[in-house]
């Protein structure tokens, strides 16, 4: 696959320089893995879940939002909650989804949005601290409702976002437990990378 037709320009520069390439024009190649997502959509349509997405990681959950929207208007069944935790660093440049984001929680779609801009203010605010300030309906939501939590960022967003989900589930017995079996049941699903 030949970089200058496939990717940004951005990592068409990185490769250039890292490789000692000046020419736009030269061919240059990339090396690529690709493997189906972790996430899927519950089959029980009334099953809650609870997206988690910070930069980037925000577009499997456009992908959900957006299919919830289209079942939403042409099935016409119903529907558990989708509560989005979206954080990025500058609202006035990386809430690149603001329009419809705001658009679905106005239309019910979404039945929760909470937006953490970490450089906007004096004090960071990070989805994980969000999580936090959310813990009793989202113990809720995960306990008493089955929800399924979905993560997607970076390795150390997805590490700061289970230490929150921990936190989160601490009125159980067993929290680490708890979670252990989310995960190896589904319902605890990240996609995160380094």
């Known amino acids: 696959m030949c970089i200058r037709d496939r990717c940004t320009g951005y990592i068409d520069r990185i490769y250039r320089k890292n490789f000692l390439m000046t020419s736009s024009q030269e061919p240059c190649f990339m090396k690529c893995v690709l493997k189906d997502s972790l996430f899927k959509l519950p089959i029980d349509t009334m099953t809650p879940i609870v997206m988690i997405g910070a930069g980037c990681g925000v577009s499997p ?43 679905w929680k106005d239309e019910g779609l979404l039945s ?12 960071k605010v990070y ?26 960022g970076s390795l150390n967003v997805g590490q700061e976002v289970y230490n929150a989900i921990l936190d989160v589930l601490s009125e159980d017995a067993n929290p680490k437990a708890l979670l252990v079996d989310m995960e190896k049941n589904g319902r605890y699903v990240a996609e995160v990378w380094n």
């Open 61 to 103: 959950f456009i992908s959900y939002i957006e299919e919830r929207e289209w079942l939403v208007k042409n099935q016409k069944e119903k529907y558990g909650p989708l509560e989005l935790y979206f954080g990025c660093r500058k609202k006035t440049a990386d809430f690149i989804y603001e329009k419809k984001m705001i658009r």
């Open 112 to 123: 929760g949005l909470h937006l953490a801009f970490s450089r906007d203010q004096a004090a």
């Open 127 to 152: 989805v994980q601290g969000l999580l936090k300030g959310n813990k009793k309906q989202l113990y809720e939501l995960i306990k008493e409702k089955g929800a399924i939590v979905a993560v997607c």
